[in-house]
């Protein structure tokens, strides 16, 4: 049945298929056809425009016109059911999302026997427990999310800390993005869906010393008081030299302008 409602409208003059909208769209509203993106179906489209931020060309807008109704029931069986089960990235059976890229598909990585009593100092080893790991392509849905203490990490931070795996990641799950370059609205966003569905047992935040990449704390921030949950928030500060400069516990409900930090050294 159709009425006036507001929802998505491409401009494909603008559109230059990168894909980001399809990632952004948690109702699978949007798809890759002949290599510009496009609306699936009226019923998928929530009209709330989640997508529109990600887009780089401005090819996404809202309008208000007559289309059929959004159908929440429609969507849950449109989607692919979350994957429970410990699986190898390479198996054939992997679903890919509707532009044919796996890169979001989530999966409980299976490591090889012995990885997590193996040295620290073992070359070759990964501790890495889940795929994908950037913050926009992780959903509340995600079963290696539920209950974990989960790192929040700076892109930057990741490259700098030669001890991130043996340090950090092993029996953690990871988020990763950019306070400076990506959309940091969007990754409050997403964040805070996550906390409130997947309620980890902790948050820390891990970030470079330099002022701009601070400002993940700030969102980590903003993002729990939005969930609603009350999540223990750490922190810990890479050097620019890959030391470990400052770690300890932040305060989770502090006011704080964007960009600005409340530490509290434990």
Known sequence: MKKMRQIIEIDEEKCNGCGQCILACAEGALALVDGKARLVGEIYCDGIGACLGECPQGALT??????????????????????????LPDKAREKTLACGCSSSVMTTLTR????????????GVSELGHWPVKLQLLGPDAPFLKGVDLLLLADCAAAAYPDLHSRLLRDNAVAMGCPK?????????????ILA???????????????????????????????????????????RDGTIIEEGRACSSCEAAPGAVTLKTV
């Open 62 to 87: 809202i309008v208000e016109r007559q289309a059929d109704e959004f159908d929440e029931e429609a969507v849950r069986k449109h989607l692919p059911s979350p994957r429970q089960d410990n699986i």
């Open 112 to 123: 090889k026997p012995g990885s997590a009593q193996s040295n620290a100092s073992h070359e």
């Open 197 to 239: 569905g997947a309620v980890p047992r902790s948050l820390t935040v891990v970030h470079m010393e330099v002022p701009c990449c601070r400002a993940f704390l700030s969102a980590a921030r903003e993002a729990i008081r939005r969930s609603g949950i009350d999540v223990p928030l750490k922190y810990i500060v890479i050097g």
């Open 181 to 193: 370059l990506d959309n940091l609205e969007a990754h409050i966003s997403r964040l805070s869906g």
